[in-house]
């Protein structure tokens, strides 16, 4: 027989013991039993140990999470679990878990999408930091996988006439109309489709507004009367993910900002007080964009009908991309510093990584690199 006390967390000493046929067996015995033995943890579910299942450790940090996440943020953990790393690493037990398993995990699901092997990777680096955490493993090896990096495309905004040919092509879809190659406008039978997508597209470039904060928006939210006109955005609307979740408003900004309150532009409140003027049958949360039911207008439906209406020329521009416009044209204007502000950013990094499309064309220096010419 061979025996060892060891010192817990706990402050106390507990005896561990093992038999073997041989002096030598009972020490190796004894070594694997200490090494595969589990202390008491004063904060460890009673279920869970190393030899718990990944699918029992996601069933345990899920809960958690749900306690201080929103829960669309839950049903996208959930969908990237079920769709990716159920199947892979569900039934593998949490001590086996090692760095090379998780990155062939990410770099298969990358070589499918990415964004799902984003999603994937901050789902593993969670459950395994409650392993870290509970001591079944020593550290967490998502730590030691590369992060996903998706091919960064260059930002793109619409120019001027750019912006004015889109303009023309909303119209005529919203209008229902068509344009032949001679220039002569019929109209479409059946029902009018897209009726607010005008109005949409002129808010959006007007204040450089997400889609869903802006389709969010109330009339009390709303200041056509002041001699300065103001819009403040303060929530938005979250599509679902998931069967039987439904559309609703979310009364604060996307990463729980605080609200933004933006001057519209005399072109924005001419066309805001004629849609007010407008009459509506049903419309009982009194916002600026509302269905036939008296329902919100999902961001999903707008984004369908753009994608009728913006023609195969315009197939890289998308609502999002009206916010790249606003904050190229700002930051051009009136610096990037102005541009972040407009757009309602923490700070400068991202509105200039992701928002600004940068200048390609250098200013004139001939007169100064001219000094550098030859001697006659």
């Given at each position: 027989?061979?025996?060892?006390?060891?010192?817990?967390?706990?402050?106390?000493?507990?005896?561990?013991?093992?038999?073997?046929?041989?002096?030598?067996?009972?020490?190796?015995?004894?070594?694997?039993?200490?090494?595969?033995?589990?202390?008491?943890?004063?904060?460890?579910?009673?279920?869970?140990?190393k030899t718990s299942?990944?699918?029992?450790?996601?069933?345990?940090?899920?809960?958690?999470?749900?306690?201080?996440?929103?829960?669309?943020?839950?049903?996208?953990?959930?969908?990237?679990?079920?769709?990716?790393?159920?199947?892979?690493?569900?039934?593998?037990?949490?001590?086996?878990?090692?760095?090379?398993?998780?990155?062939?995990?990410?770099?298969?699901?990358?070589?499918?999408?990415?964004?799902?092997?984003?999603?994937?990777?901050?789902?593993?680096?969670?459950?395994?930091?409650?392993?870290?955490?509970?001591?079944?493993?020593?550290?967490?090896?998502?730590?030691?996988?590369?992060?996903?990096?998706?091919?960064?495309?260059?930002?793109?905004?619409?120019?001027?006439?750019?912006?004015?040919?889109?303009?023309?092509?909303?119209?005529?879809?919203?209008?229902?109309?068509?344009?032949?190659?001679?220039?002569?406008?019929?109209?479409?039978?059946?029902?009018?489709?897209?009726?607010?997508?005008?109005?949409?597209?002129?808010?959006?470039?007007?204040?450089?507004?997400?889609?869903?904060?802006?389709?969010?928006?109330?009339?009390?939210?709303?200041?056509?009367?002041?001699?300065?006109?103001?819009?403040?955005?303060?929530?938005?609307?979250?599509?679902?993910?998931?069967?039987?979740?439904?559309?609703?408003?979310?009364?604060?900004?996307?990463?729980?900002?605080?609200?933004?309150?933006?001057?519209?532009?005399?072109?924005?409140?001419?066309?805001?007080?004629?849609?007010?003027?407008?009459?509506?049958?049903?419309?009982?949360?009194?916002?600026?964009?509302?269905?036939?039911?008296?329902?919100?207008?999902?961001?999903?439906?707008?984004?369908?009908?753009?994608?009728?209406?913006?023609?195969?020329?315009?197939?890289?521009?998308?609502?999002?991309?009206?916010?790249?416009?606003?904050?190229?044209?700002?930051?051009?204007?009136?610096?990037?510093?102005a541009a972040q502000?407009?757009?309602?950013?923490?700070?400068?990094?991202?509105?200039?990584?992701?928002?600004?499309?940068?200048?390609?064309?250098a200013p004139d220096?001939?007169?100064?690199?001219?000094?550098?010419?030859?001697?006659?």
């Open positions: 027989m061979a025996r060892v006390r060891i010192r817990d967390q706990d402050g106390k000493r507990r005896l561990v013991e093992a038999r073997g046929k041989t002096a030598a067996e009972a020490r190796r015995k004894l070594q694997e039993k200490v090494a595969n033995r589990e202390p008491p943890h004063p904060s460890q579910r009673a279920e869970l140990s299942t990944m699918s029992e450790l996601f069933t345990y940090w899920i809960d958690q999470k749900a306690k201080t996440v929103s829960p669309q943020t839950i049903t996208g953990y959930r969908q990237a679990w079920n769709a990716y790393c159920a199947a892979a690493v569900g039934e593998i037990f949490i001590r086996e878990m090692t760095a090379g398993k998780v990155d062939s995990l990410i770099n298969s699901i990358g070589e499918r999408t990415m964004s799902g092997a984003r999603m994937s990777r901050i789902v593993m680096s969670g459950m395994l930091g409650i392993a870290v955490r509970f001591d079944f493993l020593s550290h967490n090896p998502v730590r030691d996988t590369p992060r996903p990096t998706p091919k960064k495309s260059a930002v793109r905004a619409l120019t001027p006439d750019e912006l004015d040919e889109l303009r023309e092509r909303v119209e005529n879809y919203s209008r229902h109309q068509t344009i032949d190659e001679n220039g002569v406008v019929r109209p479409k039978l059946g029902p009018r489709p897209g009726a607010d997508l005008e109005d949409i597209l002129m808010l959006l470039i007007a204040t450089g507004a997400r889609i869903g904060e802006l389709l969010a928006l109330k009339w009390d939210q709303v200041d056509l009367d002041s001699p300065i006109p103001t819009v403040t955005f303060s929530a938005t609307l979250v599509v679902p993910r998931a069967a039987g979740e439904r559309l609703f408003r979310q009364n604060f900004r996307k990463g729980d900002a605080p609200p933004l309150t933006v001057v519209l532009p005399p072109f924005a409140v001419t066309a805001l007080r004629r849609r007010r003027a407008m009459p509506t049958f049903q419309n009982p949360e009194n916002a600026l964009f509302v269905t036939g039911t008296g329902n919100w207008v999902s961001p999903a439906n707008v984004r369908r009908s753009w994608r009728a209406a913006r023609g195969d020329n315009f197939d890289w521009v998308t609502p999002h991309t009206l916010r790249k416009t606003v904050a190229t044209l700002v930051k051009e204007t009136y610096g990037v510093e502000i407009q757009l309602g950013h923490a700070n400068t990094r991202v509105t200039e990584a992701h928002y600004i499309q940068r200048v390609t064309l220096m001939s007169d100064a690199l001219n000094k550098f010419a030859p001697k006659a």
